[in-house]
């Protein structure tokens, strides 16, 4: 009976993914229970979240381990991204990731550093040969951080294949995650396609709980050919925050339409995350639609079948079905009646305010299949085929002192070139860019010989001249001009510019360049004493600034160590 039971259950967890992955091999990468806050394949802005994020206890300096025996293959350092990340690869052709650190240990630290200095920069993407750094199983490789663009403590964790560099669901492996809790459902939406194959806006359907795994819609009156979509998400037995579902399966009349799950995806195609979410509808409502049907240029890897997840509806009464499901198999089910109608039922689209919504004035329709330059006085525009993945319209304009590239309802897959007259050439111009919402930011200070400003961008809006002759301002932090700090481990400045933000810096002490860390969000620019500084007694900073624009700053101080 033990033996029949352990074999149900084999059979069970292996039916949810495709590769049956060797659980047991990586080991916790953490010395605490693992808690998730953020899984595999959720929706990010712009891209699937290609791992997992581990709670912390809601603090830095955790102990980090190695999974797995294997060697470091890479160190990256960045200011933004994952700050200071380990790549470690194992001889099972699998590469584990660990990102946010604070610390890696001894003998990465002292090895990395070396290069740091030697090439005089902090940010650093090193590749390193098999025998060079050697890891074992459980060795603590760093100490858990903050860094990089992150905005709480955590450890992000990645598996991939090593040889294509594919991501693989980390809870793939046997992590013991408790989870027992069920998908929630929070909104089911009907599309309908006209007769040339366009979506229509989505229409919010009623759904109520029938118990602790089914909803039901209200009925739908409609007929032709119509999609689906769902807006949910799960949460695991430890913490309350909302992560995304693993498994999305739908059927019309018990016929299994569409078959998709996070189980892996390639790096490449992240970004057409913009065609599985109703993009429109994401810029309009600040919230996620889950698609449950093939968009134009959805060619994404996460499918299980090859249809395309549309139904045509037959003329007799008729049931959609969605099953959402997690790794465990916590599952929940959506059943939506169907009635085929010559009328449709109650379909106007209004956004999440109550406003139908409008079509976009444009002026130009972009033919997804050619290439476009758009020449203008001041400015060219251009735009490779493939850049929206489908035919759309564009608002394009030039002004005496801007262009306008406008349609904020449509994603851009591909980057578009911008060059842009540089007319009165005053110190401090640079391009800049206003959104939809009116937020201006930095594009760009890049000059070609023409005194154009050029840029690649997959941001729409209004691109302008703007002028910043204000340089950043340099100051110390934790202590003041000549004092002692004997007992100090740190030299804590703080750096800010308030328009383009920071550029480059550079920092020296006793005419020697010094490996400070740059942490943008606290404007800080820190270095921790270590076995390069050699100390004078009475020692100088020179500390250099530059931002985006290139205005510079540059300030000594003063201090005095035993």
């Known amino acids: 009976m033990k033996k029949l039971l352990f074999l149900v259950l084999l059979v069970s967890i292996n039916t949810n993914s495709q590769t049956n992955y060797p659980k047991g091999y990586f080991s916790n990468p953490l010395n605490i229970e693992l808690i998730l806050n953020g899984n595999f394949g959720e929706s990010r802005p712009s891209h699937f979240h290609s791992g997992i994020d581990f709670k912390t206890q809601f603090k830095e300096g955790l102990n980090v381990f190695s999974s797995a025996e294997g060697y470091v293959s890479r160190i990256s350092i960045k200011h933004g991204g994952f700050g200071k990340a380990l790549y470690v690869n194992h001889p099972n052709g699998y590469t584990t990731v660990y990102g946010h650190l604070k610390k890696f240990n001894k003998k990465i630290e002292d090895y990395i550093k070396r290069i740091q200095y030697d090439k005089k920069t902090y940010q650093i993407e090193h590749y390193l040969k098999k025998d060079v750094l050697k890891i074992e199983k459980n060795e603590k490789i760093a100490n858990s951080g903050n860094t990089g663009s992150s905005f709480g403590p955590h450890l992000h964790y990645e598996i991939w294949l090593t040889k294509n560099q594919k991501a693989i669901n980390p809870q793939l492996f046997g992590f013991d995650i408790k989870d027992t809790r069920k998908p929630t459902i929070s909104s089911v939406f009907l599309y309908n396609l006209d007769s040339l194959s366009n979506i229509g806006d989505p229409t919010k359907l009623k759904i109520k709980k029938i118990n602790d795994s089914v909803y039901q819609s209200e009925k739908v009156f409609t007929n032709g050919t119509i999609g689906f979509g769902i807006s949910g998400f799960d949460r ?58 093939k968009d134009k240029g959805n060619d994404l890897s996460i499918y299980l079948n090859n249809k395309s997840g549309y139904i045509n509806i037959e003329n007799n009464p008729s049931v959609y079905k969605i099953i959402v499901s997690d790794l465990n198999g916590n599952k929940s089910i959506v059943k939506v009646p169907i ?33 476009y330059n758009f020449k203008f006085e001041n400015a060219e525009i251009k735009i490779a085929k493939n850049t929206f993945l489908k035919d759309i319209q564009l608002n394009i304009e030039s002004l005496k002192d801007s262009i306008k590239i406008i349609n904020p309802e449509i994603a851009v897959f ?137 205005n510079k700053t540059q300030k000594n101080f003063t201090f005095f160590r035993n």
């Not at 995304?244 to 009349?253: F, R």
């Not at 449709?344 to 972009?366: F, H, P, Q, R, V």
């Open 236 to 293: 695991q037995d430890l913490a309350n925050n909302k992560n995304g579902i693993y498994k999305y399966s739908t059927y019309y009349n018990n016929k299994k339409i569409i078959d998709f799950n996070f189980e892996s995806f390639y790096f490449e195609e992240s970004i057409k995350i913009k065609t599985l979410i109703d993009y429109k509808y994401y810029i309009k409502n600040k919230s996620r639609i889950i698609k449950l049907f």
């Open 339 to 371: 009635k085929h109608s010559d009328f449709n039922k109650d379909l106007n689209s209004y956004d999440e305010n109550g406003l139908a919504n409008t079509l976009l004035t444009s002026n130009k329709y972009i033919n997804n299949k050619l290439d």
């Open 414 to 550: 591909k980057n578009i070139k911008i060059n842009f007259y540089n007319k009165d050439n005053r110190k401090g111009n640079y391009l800049a860019l206003k959104n939809k919402d009116g937020n201006e930011s930095f594009a760009s200070a890049n000059l070609n010989s023409k005194n154009y400003f050029y840029h690649k961008t997959k941001s729409l809006g209004t691109y302008f001249l703007k002028n910043d002759t204000i340089p950043p301002s340099i100051k110390l932090k934790n202590f003041k001009n000549n004092d002692w700090i004997s007992n100090k481990n740190f030299i804590r400045l703080n750096i800010i510019d308030k328009e383009t933000g920071i550029k480059n810096y550079k920092v020296k002490i006793n005419s020697k360049w010094t490996l400070f860390e740059y942490e943008y969000k606290r404007n800080e620019l820190f270095y921790e004493f270590d076995s390069y500084f050699l100390n004078q007694t009475k020692n100088l900073i020179e500390v250099f600034i530059e931002d985006l624009a290139g």
